[in-house]
């Protein structure tokens, strides 16, 4: 990680430390025993925590100027990028939000609650948070089918309940509207209790209501699991893609073939030292080398591997267990291939095949 981006990296943690400060200060800022005592101690750290986001800000833009080989044009690049980010909207509104109310003349016990839009700096860093946004985008027509499903389970309940139980009780399903209450805390499966059906076909209905409510929200897991889990395969896939797209070895391949390429490989990554494969143990897998270098440990002296090149190949082309010790010696990315789909290789593109079996014969003919 070069300087630059690990003192970056840094920033975002302090940002996130200030922020959750000044969440705390004005949390407990709300309990009157508590403002009591620190209540001047609570006011001076919500003005330092906006300051403080300023700062950070200002940090940032220098980092930039000081990063460029031309400060002015760094600068320029970082204004352009930055303005235009969602990111500098949430920086905007956590520096302003405590300051604005309180110039404003709103009193400064009031105006300190606007800092809890500080929480959305937490959105500012998270990955998690755009994937969340994709998958609901992408399952839009699913989710809002299952959405209409809801209103029209609970529009009925609640004409069902009216019909069956406003003679019994008019105070609260005098109306279809007033029913709504307890058809949204039922079909919701929250169930205060407050409101409850008296007659038979009530509560029979009440019960159906209930059964539907669970199947509703298991159907909208269902429909956010699969969301999530077809949104990481395709970035997975994205990814292996492009390192694939870098390996010469693929090159030749096609692009047609680079993506079922792509689909059998799985992204890797080895820190420096760490051991991909022992001498001994049986093997499952091969790897090639998209960045970084390996060190194979001979007998005849140890062998460097990097960019473009393969290893663990042997034991997969002859069933034995591994020749050598295999160690990252600088951080690594590497694509991974099974035995199962080694084979499968085999059958789809028998060339590529070829060149590792011919690559294993050789090395094992190497003194
Ligand atoms: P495998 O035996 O599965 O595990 C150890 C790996 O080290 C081996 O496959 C090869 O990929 C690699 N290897 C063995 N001998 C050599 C060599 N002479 N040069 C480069 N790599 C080698």
């Known amino acids: 990680m070069s300087g630059n981006r690990r003192t970056l990296r840094l920033l975002g943690i302090a940002d996130c430390a200030i922020v959750v400060v000044g969440l705390l200060t004005i949390v407990a800022g709300t309990s009157k025993p508590v403002a009591a ?39 320029k690049r970082f204004v352009v990028d930055y303005v235009s980010s969602p990111a500098a909207a949430i920086d905007l509104v956590a520096i302003l939000a405590v300051p604005v109310p309180a110039i404003a003349g709103i009193d400064i016990d009031t105006a300190r609650l606007f ?112 969301g999530f889990a077809d949104e990481l395969r395709r970035r997975e896939f994205l990814q292996t893609w492009d390192l694939v797209a870098k390996v010469p070895f693929f090159r030749n391949v096609g692009a047609p073939a680079i993506a079922a390429v792509a689909r059998l490989l799985k992204h890797r990554e080895m820190a420096r030292g760490q051991i991909v494969m022992r001498r001994g143990q049986p093997g499952e897998t091969m790897y090639f080398v998209v960045s970084g270098e390996v060190e194979v440990d001979l007998a005849s002296g140890p062998v460097r591997l990097g960019h473009d090149k393969f290893f663990g190949e042997m034991a997969l082309v002859t069933g034995e267990r591994r020749g050598a010790t ?37 090395r094992r003919q190497l003194p």
Not at 64 to 72: G, L, M, R
Not at 341 to 354: M, N, V, Y
């Open 115 to 226: 800092g809890l839009l500080w929480v959305f700096k937490f959105a500012r860093y998270s990955r998690g948070l755009g994937l969340l946004g994709r998958v609901i985008r992408n399952a839009a027509e699913p989710l809002l089918s299952v959405l209409l499903g809801f209103v029209t389970v609970l529009i009925a309940a609640a004409t069902g309940m009216y019909l069956l139980e406003s003679g019994n009780q008019p105070n609260q399903f005098g109306s279809i509207s007033q029913a709504l209450w307890w058809a949204i805390a039922t079909l919701t499966t929250t169930g205060y209790g407050d409101v409850v059906p008296l007659t038979f076909m009530g509560r029979v209905l009440a019960g159906s209501v209930m059964i539907c409510g669970i199947g509703m929200f298991a159907l909208w897991a269902g429909v956010l699991a699969t």
């Open 37 to 75: 005592e620190w209540n001047g101690l609570f006011v001076g750290t919500v003005w330092i925590v906006s300051i403080l986001f300023a700062a950070i800000v200002g940090v940032r833009a220098t980092l930039a100027y000081a990063a460029s080989a031309v400060p002015a044009s760094g600068l």
């Open 326 to 362: 295999v160690t990252a010696v600088a951080h690594c990315v590497l694509l991974e291939l099974d035995v199962a789909d080694f084979r499968q290789l085999g059958s789809t593109h028998p060339e590529l095949l070829k060149v590792i079996a011919e690559e294993a014969d050789r």
